[in-house]
C-alpha cells in the first residue's frame, strides 16, 4: 500500500486499474470507476491511475 494525495492505494485498487488499463479503457474512465467504487477524491483519481502505472506498468 502507498498514497497519492489523500488515497491510500491498495493492492485491490491497483490490480483493477492494472486490469482496466490492459482492456484499454482511458484514464480517465479507470479514474471515473476508482471514484465511482473506491470513494477516491476526484482531485487525486488520475494521479493514482498514473502513479500505479508508472510504477507497475
Known amino acids: ?3 497519492v494525495g ?3 492505494i491498495t493492492s485491490q485498487m491497483a490490480d483493477e486499474v492494472h486490469q482496466r488499463a ?3 479503457w482511458s484514464i480517465p474512465s479507470i479514474a471515473a470507476m476508482l471514484i465511482r467504487d ?3 477524491k476526484e482531485d487525486d483519481a ?3 491511475v498514473e ?3 508508472s510504477l507497475n506498468g
Open 1 to 3: 500500500m502507498w498514497k
Open 46 to 48: 488520475e494521479k493514482v
Open 51 to 53: 502513479e500505479v502505472l
Open 6 to 8: 489523500d488515497t491510500v
Open 38 to 40: 473506491y470513494g477516491v
Open 22 to 24: 490492459n482492456e484499454e
